[in-house]
């Protein structure tokens, strides 16, 4: 597997050096290359915590991915930053989550949004994007 972007080889031979699963590799390079677009394409060493929060907010609120997907594009950004750029992504990192079942926080989003500049506007405590008693019909 090779790209046109040195850094992004380099990632590759890392992974492959270390004995990393080609799954995983293509997995965490991808998520990697979508950070590094959504981003303008700026390099990863001249971004941090604040960009990664901002793009993980992004794929939760946006693009509306699932709770997985989203602590998959963590773990590729953390694997990026710990690995690669020898800087450790902060602990405290705060960006919207999305609960195994579709909810979204609001209290996150106020949280994480007030530091990417969103302008969101919730009216109820959470937003239920999969509300279980309709599903499963739990009236009395």
């Not at 972007?5 to 293509?26: R, T, V």
């Not at 609120?61 to 594009?73: C, E, G, P, S």
């Not at 690995?83 to 705060?94: A, C, K, M």
Request: overall charge positive.
């Amino acid at each position: 597997m090779k790209t046109k972007s040195p850094f992004l080889n380099s990632i590759i031979n890392y992974m492959y050096s270390h004995h990393y699963a080609k799954k995983s590799i293509e997995t965490y390079v991808f998520w990697i290359t979508a950070y590094i677009h959504f981003h303008n394409k700026r390099h990863p060493t001249s971004m941090g915590n604040n960009e990664v929060e901002i793009f993980l907010n992004h794929l939760t609120v946006t693009k509306k991915v699932a709770a997985r997907t989203q602590a998959t594009a963590l773990n590729a950004l953390a694997f990026l930053y710990k690995h690669i750029i020898n800087n450790e992504l902060s602990l405290d990192l705060n960006f919207v989550k999305r609960s195994k079942w579709g909810q979204i926080l609001t209290s996150d989003i106020k949280q994480s949004c007030s530091l990417s500049n969103c302008n969101l506007t919730f009216l109820s405590s959470t937003i239920n994007v999969f509300n279980l008693s309709t599903a499963f019909d739990i009236a009395g």
